[in-house]
Each structure stands twice: as structure tokens, then as C-alpha cells.
């Protein structure tokens, strides 16, 4: 197998996810893209559909609060411990961003279908929550095998692109992800695989026999960004913790749209501490930092 | 040892004894009680003729041996190779439907909470779900949630195995009568009154003929708990563990 | 996590196979318990429902020759470059075992409906071939997002016993796969799962980053013997070659009812080459044993 | 390298060519001449701009990146990210349906062969399915196969963006036109007729308006073939490779 060339910076990483994306994601203890992320916001993407599996916290709050989402697919958007999303509870309110609220189960259903080249899967439960009447990507069909029996389809997810940050790539384009196992989902079932790392080793994945079992081969894989400390300010695994007073001067800043934007303009500039502007707005601080 | 048992601690051990004997108890995110039950239920277990209960919390790397990601849990649970878990609620009501994603119409509506999580799923599927809400107010137990995130039990002939099995408040457990679809109050936490559970909740429920107090954990389990368990839910949990250390007789080193 | 006691010899591992079992098993590439398939005929189990996954060889026809099998549900029962199985031809010929011809991909959605606890998975293609004629449990359905889409569904295959050979245990109850994820699968799906390991190794698997996310857990593992050169005479990766003159005598000796007998009582009499017996049955060689 | 071009390495050829430009190829078990016309597809378009064709021999550990099960070739071709593969049959008919399975009714019947494969699926969702079968008999190329394991094209609105793109055997190789549902013969191969393949063909075809003698590998592809090619099909097909090696001119070392 020849070396591929799939290695790129984290900027030309996120200038893959075109505007109107259908973008997916995973959850925090999977392994979120946050530098890549970053680079989103500073490139100013527009009209995502952002689609969490099967939930989102900081990355789906600030791409919100940055405008950088028209949809939003999701069982739960939630800054865990450090509390709810402020820029994302903004939105609802507001009506700016279309909400298809869905059960985790769903989602990985949704996904799978997308992987396996099936317009749909079939799923238990669900039948009686209000979540179906607003879905009409789930339909309450017949089990062919039952008699009276309702079950639901859900609909494939065809990603556009997945996004997101594991352990290890190699100069083969071989991405190792250890445990996360649905972050293979993600790769398979969207058309173009964008994956930041921890670090880059020598030597081929698929050639090592411990870890060739948990590797997305580079089939799947559009581009790789090496990003140490790349799920920052979120923690990861047992490598670094969460910044956990970046989460509450986030959560703290982020409940106004002006606070949110002094948030936006700090994370930009560096990997700091976010130091509350009382009273000043992005205007100000784009004056000072002039 | 002798020093009293907290708030905490009351429910921790009152939710290990509803999961006494299961298999296999799977804990969700943000679910620091439940998880420390959990914990307690396989430490009191173990060495049982039916073997130690296996325990899946979300979150924890030491105490959840899943590695097909995050699908295996409703796999399972579909299998019904999960015995137990549990749901909350931003709002819950009398027919034990639970509404996880916000007030008075949707979308834009009043108040907006994360979202449904697996609950439309999970509340079909496994045959003990235990419903957890430390604030027991009007303005959680209404009667009649405004947006049902997951259904109670009702005749509608769809494949349930699974639903509610009990409910525990800040104030008071709940036993829910699958066969007449009711809440049913067994037990008054101490400090608490039958009133006060009245008062505080906005839908009906029966009372069940002797009302007793919720018993305290016995001194097997206080041991276990601000032992072993207070350290192994700390691994997923560390600033819960934190302050649940905080409120010991003597202080352990951190 | 507590050790746990689930490491048995191969004989007590075969016993907990009952007579009558819906037993899935994993093609030669994926890990075949030979050693414990030699346990079952020696047992003498009856009336195997066999799954296989997708195809099967060696193991599939000398289970079929002994007399272990009722049905067989399989995409294929071939021995490759060695020929066709000759207990399996001659078992189809004779009628003795019920066939349930399968395609790949639909033992696969059979047994991810049963991993999935759903009664069915819709599956493309399929329509048109003779097979869906002769299969109850796959019905032609309507894609319920489609106009005029027809699909198949594919009932559940929910195996009684999964039995196969993998690389590694560790003393929790934990088998190490490797690459052939689809043990998972097997696993997943079965209400048992049985493993022979080429090695038990110290430590816990699942606290072996390299190695965790290619691990079933203890979790779903009946009991695991160690069975090193398992897989004999067939090969296994770079461990050991298939035994070539095993195979070439099998399919030469097996031709005939009495040419399989005696294979079967020197299989059973340990691990060297094959003596064609010229002219003598089993009886003969049991008398000679005795 | 001036030896004569032998049968094995016309057909590898041949089949090369009908790849070209595929980005992907997958090569199902017990197929060692497409295995071998795949990998010298890939040597053959290294360097070119569109990059070079991926290659999965089933069965192979080096030439097959696959990590998750056997399903996974059977999800990429559903997806539409497999564009050729190859199949045979113990029959095979002019509607361009094969049997996998055996002759004379089914389940006893006649001749049994090993079974269907994944033919059923992967007939229906390969664009470009190379039939291929080195037997040219009225044996295998009957009016009317006698159990079909995997459905030509038919008018019966079933999902179909794939099916058979031509058809190699050991006498000639035919075009399918996919419009009026014909083998079309395009060559035949050297030493061989157009009147034997009539005769040993059990189905009426179509004849392309000149009937060439199907091409010997150029020199480049030829030296690609009995170098790395060779060695690179030994991994998975050590018999087969040594068989082809003892054809060359100048025997390597083994």
C-alpha cells in the first residue's frame, strides 16, 4: 500500500466542509474535533445541517451562537455538569435554527442505514412519544414477520461529511480509534471523512496486529489534521482533562449574544483562559485587540 | 460510621434495593445517584449464588466494558439483556409519560431542556425502569406533561417489555402499578409527610395501605458506600464524590 | 472487574452445546473451533441447526457427515481449492438434511436483526433470484420512503450457541478478535458464545488501549477453552498453514460413507495424518483399536 | 519476457482491460485470475491522475484494508462505493441469470454446487460485474438455468444499479448490452473460432459488427503481470502462483 497524501493543516482541514453541509458529530466522550472546529468558526461556514451522534455539548453551542447552523438533528444538546446550552437554547427561542429533536437510538439506526446502503432501519419503542409526530423520516410500519405488530422506520442519515478527533493516524491515512467504535459509523456512513489526531506514528495501522482491528482504513478517509490537545477546551480520555474554568466562564459569558461574541473573539486568538469583558462587546474588544 | 445518613445517601441505598437481584443494570449520563446504587448493588451482590450484578455506567472507562460504541446499549437493551436503568424528567405525570424536552409548545415554546436522550426507546424496552427526580414539585409532577418525549404504558398494542418500575423523589418512592397504570406512594422519606407529597404533586396516585418511611441504608451498605462505592463512582463523577466526601464523619485523604 | 471463572477444557466447553441447538459458526478466515468441533462429534451432538457465516468448509461437512446436523442455513459449504464437501453433496442427494440456501449479506442481516433485538432487516437486491422462493422467513416488502420500492426483509436469525476460535483471552472472560470483527457479531447475536484461544494472556484485555476496541467483552462469553493450534488442520493467519495432506486425504477418503468413518475415528484418535484405509470401514479400525 | 502469452495471462489481461478506470474493485474467494487482473489494474493506474484503483481481495491480509467484518464489502457495495466485482456460475443463461446452486430441481436435484455466495446481492449493486467462467460448454452456457441464485436485468422495477458489464471464458469474451438485455460477443481469443463458440454455447447472443481477436497484453502490462503482479497474488493464491511461475520463460526462485 502506497503512502497517502491525506495529511493537511488544520485550516485547510475545515475548508472541506462546504456551506450547507450535512455535517455529523460526535459526543464529547467520542472525540470531538474542537480545533478543527475552531477553524469553522473563524472561516465563518453558513447553513449546516449539524448532526449529533447521538448528542452534542460545547461544538454544537458554539457553532449555533456563531451562526453557523440552519438544522440541527439531535437527542440532546447539554454542557453536561457545566449546564445547558446557552447559545442553543438562545436559538430555539428565537426560531433561528430548525430543531429535528430525536432519541439516541434513532440516530445510530439513522446512521447505519446510511452505512449500509438502505433507505431505512427498523427500531423498537418510540411509538407514543411526541418525537414521531414531528418526524417525517419516521414512519410506523408493519412487522412483515408479526401480526398487529407497529414498528418504526427511520429513515437513512446520508452525512455530507463527519468530523471529528481520535488517537492516532499513520502516513497511510489509517485512522486508529481504540474503543470509539462509532466513530467507524460516522465514517462509513457519510461521503467524506475529516478526522483531527493526537499524533501521527510511523508504520502502517492495519499492519499492526493490536490495533489493526479498531482502525478506520483509509478508504473512508478525505483528510487528516495532526492537532495535539485537539479536543481542548474539552478534555480527553485519560490524556488531559476538560478546562473546566473555560466551561464555566463559557457557560457564564455565553447566556448573552454579546457576551458569546467576547467568547468567539478570545477562543480565536489562543488557547488561554477566557477573561469575562463586563460590559464590553465584540466591537470593543476588536477596538483593543486593533 | 455513626454519623447520620444524608439525603444522598437515603436515596443511593433506596435505589440499590429496587435493584436487588437484576442481572445487568446500565447507567445513563449525568447520573451520579443511580450510578453510586449501581455500584452498591454489585458490591452487596457479589459473591451471591446468582452472581455479582454487571454494571454499565455511561461515561466511566472503568466500569463499562462496551466497545461496539454507543449502539450496544440499546442492542442490548432491545435484547433484553439489560435489566435495569433509569429516566428523569423535566416534567412527569400520572401516566408516568415523561417529557425531557421543554414547556408549553414546541418548538419555540417556554422553557427548552437538552432533549429526549434514548428515553422513547429505552422506557419501551427494559423491564426495569426506575424514575429519578430529586425536586419533587408541582412544577415537575404535573398532570399532563406538555410534550411527551417517552409514553407511559397505555393499550395501544405496541411491543413494550419494558416501563416504569418505581419512582423515586426527594421526598417519597413511588411503586407504579403496571396492571392499573397508577403511581403508587409506599414510602415517605424521613422529615417528610404524606401532605407534603400531596402538595407537592399535581397529578393523582394511590397510596398504598401502609405508608412506611423510607428505610435508611443498612450498615453493610453505609460501609460499602463511603467505601468502595464513593471511590469507584468518583472515577466518573469526580466533584459529586467530592462533596458526597465532604459531608463524611471523618474526612479521607482526597 | 473480578476474574472470572469461565475458562473450561475443550470437552466441557463442547457439552455446553445441547442437541437440537441453533449453532452459528464463522467462515475458515474468520476462526473455526476445530478442536471443538472434534469434541461435538466425539460427544456425538444431534440435530445442529448450523449457521453459517457467511460459508463454511471442513467443519460444516464433517459435522454433516457425523451425523450432528439437521439443517443448514449457509451461502456456501465449500472446501475451496480442495473441492466441494463430500458429506455435504451427499447429504443434499440423500435428503437428510434440511438446506436453507442463503446469500451472504442476508446471514449477516439476520443475525445484526437479532444483535439489534429487531424481528427483520430490509435488505437491497435478492429479488428475482430463486432463493427468496424457498425461504418463509424472507418477505418482499415496501420501502416505506419509497413509491413502488420493493425491498426484502430478512427475518432474525437468533443462534442458540456461538462457537468459534480467536487469538486471545485474558482471565476476566475477554477474547481479543483482531480484524475479524464479525466474532463480534456472532457474539452479539447469540444467547451463548463459546471460544477456543490459540493463548490466554495476563492482565485485562479491555485495559490494553491497543487492544480494548477489538475485544469482546466478558460480558457476553459463556465459556472460553484454550485450544492452542485450535484451528487444525485448517490454517490460521500467520500462526499455521492449512495442513494440505490432511485436506487432500479428507476430501479423498470422505468421498465414501466408509472413507469418512475411518476419518473420523483417526480425527478422533489425535492430530497426525490421515491413513487411507484401503477397504477397511470404521468397523474394522475400532476392532483393530480395541 | 518474449515467452508466449499463455491462456492464464490473456484472460488476466483481458479482464485488466475491462477494469480500467474503476476506483474500486473487490474480488470475491477462489478467484486468483481476477484477484491477479485486479492487482495489475492497480499497478497499471499508479500515477495516473485520477489516482490509482483500490483493490480488496477477500481472503488477502495485505491487499484488503477491511476492519469490519465480512458485511463490510457488502455495505460499500450498497453504498455504490465497490464499482466492479466478479462472478461465475455453474450455468449461466443468455438473460444473463446464473446458478450457483445445481441442476435438475432443488434441494436434491441433479448436481449440487456450493451455494450462492453473495451473487443475490451483489448482482443487483455492483455497476460493473464481470461475469467470468474459463469453462465455455453448453454445459455452463445453457438456454435456461436451472435455479437462478442471482436475477439478470428484467423489467420488474426492482432497485438495480448494477449487473453485468461483459462476460470472459476461456473462448472469447462478450459485451452485455444492457439496453436489450444480450450478450453481445466482441473477441475471440487466439487459437479459437466463432463458430466453436457458437457450438458450445447454449443461448443465442448477439455478434458485434467486427468480431476482433481478443488483444495479448501489451509489454508493460505483461512485465507488471510476472513481477510484482505474481508475487503480489502469491500471498493469497500460493498454488495458483507457483503453477504461473513454472510457465515463465526464466523460472524465478520461488
Same mark, same amino acid.
Given at each position: 500500500?502506497?503512502?497517502?497524501?491525506?495529511?493537511?493543516?488544520?485550516?485547510?482541514?475545515?475548508?472541506?466542509?462546504?456551506?450547507?453541509?450535512?455535517?455529523?458529530?460526535?459526543?464529547?466522550?467520542?472525540?470531538?474535533?474542537?480545533?478543527?472546529?475552531?477553524?469553522?468558526?473563524?472561516?465563518?461556514?453558513?447553513?449546516?445541517? #449539524? @448532526? *449529533? %451522534?447521538?448528542?452534542?455539548?460545547?461544538?454544537?453551542?458554539?457553532?449555533?451562537? +456563531?451562526?453557523?447552523? &440552519? =438544522?440541527?438533528?439531535?437527542?440532546?444538546?447539554?454542557?453536561?455538569?457545566?449546564?445547558?446550552?446557552?447559545?442553543?437554547?438562545?436559538?430555539?427561542?428565537?426560531?433561528?435554527?430548525?430543531?429535528?429533536?430525536?432519541?439516541?437510538?434513532?440516530?445510530?439506526?439513522?446512521?447505519?442505514?446510511?452505512?449500509?446502503?438502505?433507505?431505512?432501519?427498523?427500531?423498537?419503542?418510540?411509538?407514543?412519544?411526541?418525537?414521531?409526530?414531528?418526524?417525517?423520516?419516521?414512519?410506523?410500519?408493519?412487522?412483515?414477520?408479526?401480526?398487529?405488530?407497529?414498528?418504526?422506520?427511520?429513515?437513512?442519515?446520508?452525512?455530507?461529511?463527519?468530523?471529528?478527533?481520535?488517537?492516532?493516524?499513520?502516513?497511510?491515512?489509517?485512522?486508529?480509534?481504540?474503543?470509539?467504535?462509532?466513530?467507524?459509523?460516522?465514517?462509513?456512513?457519510?461521503?467524506?471523512? #475529516? @478526522? *483531527? %489526531?493526537?499524533?501521527?506514528?510511523?508504520?502502517?495501522?492495519?499492519?499492526?496486529? +493490536?490495533?489493526?482491528? &479498531? =482502525?478506520?482504513?483509509?478508504?473512508?478517509?478525505?483528510?487528516?489534521?495532526?492537532?495535539?490537545?485537539?479536543?481542548?477546551?474539552?478534555?480527553?480520555?485519560?490524556?488531559?482533562?476538560?478546562?473546566?474554568?473555560?466551561?464555566?466562564?463559557?457557560?457564564?459569558?455565553?447566556?448573552?449574544?454579546?457576551?458569546?461574541?467576547?467568547?468567539?473573539?478570545?477562543?480565536?486568538?489562543?488557547?488561554?483562559?477566557?477573561?469575562?469583558?463586563?460590559?464590553?462587546?465584540?466591537?470593543?474588544?476588536?477596538?483593543?485587540?486593533? | 460510621?455513626?454519623?447520620?445518613?444524608?439525603?444522598?445517601?437515603?436515596?443511593?441505598?433506596?435505589?440499590?434495593?429496587?435493584?436487588?437481584?437484576?442481572?445487568?443494570?446500565?447507567?445513563?449520563?449525568?447520573?451520579?445517584?443511580?450510578?453510586?446504587?449501581?455500584?452498591?448493588?454489585?458490591?452487596?451482590?457479589?459473591?451471591?449464588?446468582?452472581?455479582?450484578?454487571?454494571?454499565?455506567?455511561?461515561?466511566?472507562?472503568?466500569?463499562?466494558?462496551?466497545?461496539?460504541?454507543?449502539?450496544?446499549?440499546?442492542?442490548?437493551?432491545?435484547?433484553?439483556?439489560?435489566?435495569?436503568?433509569?429516566?428523569?424528567?423535566?416534567?412527569?405525570?400520572?401516566?408516568?409519560?415523561?417529557?425531557?424536552?421543554?414547556?408549553?409548545?414546541?418548538?419555540?415554546?417556554?422553557?427548552?431542556?437538552?432533549?429526549?436522550?434514548?428515553?422513547?426507546?429505552?422506557?419501551?424496552?427494559?423491564?426495569?425502569?426506575?424514575?429519578?427526580?430529586?425536586?419533587?414539585?408541582?412544577?415537575?409532577?404535573?398532570?399532563?406533561?406538555?410534550?411527551?418525549?417517552?409514553?407511559?404504558?397505555?393499550?395501544?398494542?405496541?411491543?413494550?417489555?419494558?416501563?416504569?418500575?418505581?419512582?423515586?423523589?426527594?421526598?417519597?418512592?413511588?411503586?407504579?402499578?403496571?396492571?392499573?397504570?397508577?403511581?403508587?406512594?409506599?414510602?415517605?422519606?424521613?422529615?417528610?409527610?404524606?401532605?407534603?407529597?400531596?402538595?407537592?404533586?399535581?397529578?393523582?396516585?394511590?397510596?398504598?395501605?401502609?405508608?412506611?418511611?423510607?428505610?435508611?441504608?443498612?450498615?453493610?451498605?453505609?460501609?460499602?458506600?463511603?467505601?468502595?462505592?464513593?471511590?469507584?463512582?468518583?472515577?466518573?463523577?469526580?466533584?459529586?464524590?467530592?462533596?458526597?466526601?465532604?459531608?463524611?464523619?471523618?474526612?479521607?485523604?482526597?
Amino acid at each position: 500500500m502506497s503512502v497517502v497524501n491525506n495529511l493537511v493543516d488544520i485550516r485547510a482541514l475545515a475548508a472541506l466542509v462546504p456551506d450547507g453541509a450535512k455535517l455529523v458529530v460526535a459526543k464529547d466522550e467520542s472525540g470531538v474535533a474542537m480545533a478543527a472546529t475552531r477553524e469553522l468558526v473563524r472561516r465563518g461556514v453558513r447553513n449546516l445541517h #449539524l @448532526v *449529533t %451522534v447521538p448528542v452534542s455539548g460545547l461544538q454544537a453551542d458554539v457553532l449555533i451562537g +456563531a451562526g453557523c447552523v &440552519a =438544522t440541527v438533528e439531535s437527542s440532546g444538546i447539554t454542557l453536561s455538569e457545566f449546564g445547558t446550552g446557552p447559545c442553543f437554547t438562545r436559538a430555539i427561542k428565537a426560531g433561528s435554527i430548525r430543531m429535528k429533536d430525536a432519541t439516541c437510538p434513532a440516530i445510530y439506526a439513522g446512521l447505519q442505514a446510511a452505512q449500509k446502503g438502505l433507505p431505512f432501519m427498523p427500531l423498537r419503542g418510540i411509538i407514543g412519544s411526541d418525537l414521531l409526530k414531528h418526524r417525517d423520516d419516521w414512519r410506523v410500519i408493519d412487522n412483515p414477520f408479526g401480526t398487529d405488530d407497529k414498528i418504526v422506520a427511520i429513515a437513512a442519515i446520508g452525512p455530507d461529511v463527519a468530523l471529528f478527533h481520535a488517537p492516532l493516524a499513520d502516513r497511510f491515512g489509517n485512522v486508529f480509534i481504540g474503543r470509539q467504535r462509532e466513530l467507524m459509523l460516522l465514517a462509513h456512513a457519510s461521503r467524506k471523512t #475529516l @478526522v *483531527t %489526531v493526537e499524533q501521527v506514528v510511523e508504520g502502517n495501522l492495519l499492519d499492526d496486529d +493490536a490495533r489493526s482491528g &479498531a =482502525t478506520i482504513p483509509a478508504l473512508y478517509i478525505e483528510a487528516i489534521a495532526h492537532a495535539p490537545k485537539g479536543m481542548w477546551p474539552l478534555g480527553y480520555g485519560d490524556a488531559y482533562p476538560i478546562d473546566a474554568a473555560w466551561m464555566r466562564a463559557y457557560v457564564q459569558m455565553a447566556r448573552t449574544a454579546e457576551g458569546f461574541e467576547s467568547v468567539v473573539a478570545q477562543w480565536l486568538a489562543g488557547d488561554g483562559a477566557l477573561k469575562p469583558l463586563v460590559g464590553a462587546g465584540l466591537g470593543e474588544l476588536a477596538g483593543a485587540a486593533a | 460510621m455513626s454519623a447520620a445518613v444524608t439525603p444522598t445517601e437515603l436515596l443511593i441505598g433506596s435505589i440499590a434495593r429496587l435493584l436487588a437481584g437484576v442481572r445487568h443494570v446500565a447507567v445513563g449520563a449525568s447520573s451520579p445517584i443511580p450510578g453510586a446504587a449501581a455500584l452498591l448493588t454489585r458490591a452487596l451482590s457479589e459473591g451471591s449464588a446468582a452472581g455479582a450484578t454487571r454494571v454499565s455506567v455511561l461515561g466511566s472507562r472503568r466500569h463499562n466494558a462496551f466497545t461496539n460504541g454507543g449502539v450496544e446499549l440499546f442492542d442490548l437493551a432491545a435484547q433484553g439483556r439489560i435489566d435495569a436503568f433509569f429516566l428523569g424528567g423535566g416534567q412527569i405525570d400520572g401516566d408516568a409519560n415523561i417529557n425531557l424536552v421543554g414547556t408549553d409548545g414546541y418548538p419555540q415554546g417556554g422553557v427548552r431542556w437538552p432533549g429526549s436522550f434514548g428515553s422513547a426507546y429505552l422506557y419501551h424496552l427494559v423491564p426495569r425502569v426506575i424514575l429519578f427526580r430529586e425536586e419533587h414539585t408541582r412544577r415537575v409532577f404535573v398532570p399532563r406533561v406538555d410534550f411527551i418525549s417517552a409514553a407511559g404504558p397505555r393499550d395501544d398494542r405496541v411491543y413494550r417489555p419494558g416501563g416504569p418500575h418505581a419512582m423515586l423523589t426527594g421526598l417519597c418512592l413511588f411503586d407504579f402499578d403496571k396492571l392499573r397504570r397508577r403511581f403508587v406512594l409506599l414510602s415517605v422519606h424521613p422529615g417528610h409527610s404524606l401532605e407534603e407529597v400531596r402538595d407537592q404533586t399535581g397529578f393523582d396516585f394511590d397510596v398504598a395501605e401502609q405508608v412506611t418511611q423510607t428505610a435508611a441504608p443498612d450498615a453493610t451498605a453505609l460501609v460499602l458506600m463511603r467505601g468502595r462505592v464513593l471511590n469507584e463512582i468518583g472515577e466518573t463523577y469526580p466533584n459529586f464524590a467530592q462533596l458526597w466526601r465532604a459531608t463524611l464523619p471523618v474526612p479521607a485523604t482526597a
